[in-house]
């Protein structure tokens, strides 16, 4: 299992991998009807536990109405599970093309993206009622569980497209090219944007590692450090020398 939240007395699994010690004969649950789930990976499913026992798994087809216990596979395009972050009344569940939100108990699954996914899991982070993340698009956020917002549309300058740009193209590579949290007040969002370097080379814009080399005279050996003000609704850049300013 890559991906664990604690939501509502639950916990929650995502993109689930039974090939070790699976008994192979759990069933899934799909549009009502009951099948075998094999002893294989399922990255496009989540599972959740009973209520108050993180370490109990039923069989949805004889215990989930009375330990509360279920999953649900995704037979969409959306692409696998990326992650999974709890807020207030909702689970968000990210995706490779999308986002949905879980909400309940009884928990239901529901579509607010399928055009925004999420391919960097370690970019996910909570302020107040909303979520935010590194879309497939750039920064973005979901609004109290129901819409998925572009943050850097029409407000940011050329950066941001360039770093996309060449953080997005490595994705095959890895996908904890990018970071975030909030900072203890709630006031900005922090992205950090680690500097990928293949074959000695580095894959950012020219103008940024000499401003980085200005700054911490190291070329190859840094993070850039995207900040978004909540209040302002701007975004600045800094190195990690220069994030003391937003602590």
Not at 43 to 54: F, L
Not at 155 to 166: G, L, M, P, Q
Not at 231 to 238: I, P
């Amino acid at each position: 299992t890559k991906y664990i939240e604690k939501f509502k007395a639950h916990l929650f699994l995502g993109n689930i991998d039974l090939t070790a010690g699976s008994s192979g004969t759990a069933p899934e649950t799909y549009g009502g009807a009951f099948g075998p789930l094999l002893a294989q990976e399922y990255p496009e499913m989540i599972w959740w536990s009973a209520q108050n026992n993180e370490r109990r798994f039923g069989e949805p087809n004889t215990t989930s109405a009375i330990i509360g216990s279920d999953f649900r596979r995704f037979y969409d395009d959306l692409g696998e599970v990326t992650g999974l972050k709890s807020c207030n009344d909702y689970l968000a569940v990210f995706r490779e093309r999308g986002v949905g939100v879980v909400t309940g108990p009884p928990f239901n699954h529901t579509i607010i993206s399928e055009n925004l996914g999420c391919l960097f899991p370690n970019s996910i982070t909570r302020s107040g009622s909303d979520i935010y993340f590194w879309s497939s698009s750039g920064p973005a956020r979901i609004i109290n569980g129901e819409t998925v917002e572009l943050l850097a549309e029409g407000k940011v300058s050329k950066w941001i497209s360039e770093i996309w740009t060449n953080v997005s193209s490595l994705h095959s590579i890895t996908s904890n090219l990018i970071s975030a949290a909030s900072t203890i007040d709630g006031k900005y969002i922090v992205w950090s944007i680690r500097n990928p370097v293949i074959n000695g080379t580095s894959n950012l814009p020219t103008y940024l590692i000499n401003r980085a080399v200005s700054l911490t005279n190291a070329v190859y050996n840094y993070n850039y450090m995207l900040v978004y003000s909540i209040y302002s609704d701007s975004f600045s850049l800094c190195t990690e020398g220069e994030l003391n300013t937003y602590a």
